[in-house]
């Protein structure tokens, strides 16, 4: 399981990133690990449907510029055929047919999937543009004018209704504290608290 756990990371996390404690787990995990299936793992020559399905989402409190700066990181194909499913058009992200307004779409799909309160207030996200990231697509939230962060509510629906075994891993970073929270269809809402 730890493997597969490293593996999942190296696809989602920038290397440049300590990415043991989100593979280990510290003591502030809240809810078992999703069991997830075997990974498939070919590059973007022979891709094919992989056989599990998750988004990891790093929600960083930049202190100095007062925000949470949120990456979403979902498979692309899942994130096109969400968007598909919804009657938008067929992307092509991350390819050289790419639509001109697939921002808009991308956008539009996030933020109608995801909600945060911080220290007990709804909070607007602002979408900022998306990366490639191999299989996956890097989508970029922020939560502007936030000075202080006690507690955080997500509420995570990203591909819940088209998958039945979805897992939205959350990753928190506030102040060099870090906690991290599992959701999926049964549990889209978690709360976490800094400080304490």
């Not at 399981?1 to 989602?12: D, E, N």
């Not at 998750?54 to 194909?77: C, G, M, Q």
């Amino acid at each position: 399981m730890k493997t597969f756990r490293i593996l999942l990371c190296l696809l989602f996390v920038p290397a440049v990133e300590p990415v043991l404690d989100l593979v280990l787990g510290p003591a502030s995990v809240l809810g078992p690990a999703p069991v997830l299936g075997p990974v498939s793992v070919l590059g973007p020559a022979t891709a094919q449907a992989h056989v599990f399905y998750v988004s990891i989402v790093r929600v960083k409190w930049n202190a100095e510029e007062a925000r949470l700066d949120v990456t979403v990181r979902i498979f692309t194909d899942d994130l096109e055929e969400a968007i598909l499913a919804e009657g938008g058009p067929r992307l092509r992200l991350w390819t050289d047919q790419a639509r001109e307004d697939r921002d808009r779409h991308v956008a539009d799909y996030l933020l109608s999937r995801m909600a945060f309160r911080v220290n007990g207030q709804e909070r607007e996200l602002a979408y900022t543009g998306m990366e490639d990231a191999l299989d996956a697509t890097a989508c970029l939230v922020q939560i502007t004018n936030v000075d202080r962060v006690e507690t955080i509510e997500v509420e995570n629906r990203i591909l819940i209704d088209m998958f039945d075994t979805q897992a939205n891993v959350m990753r928190f970073e506030v102040g060099g504290e870090k906690k991290y929270v599992n959701l999926g269809k049964g549990t889209v809402k978690g709360l976490v608290r800094f400080g304490s």
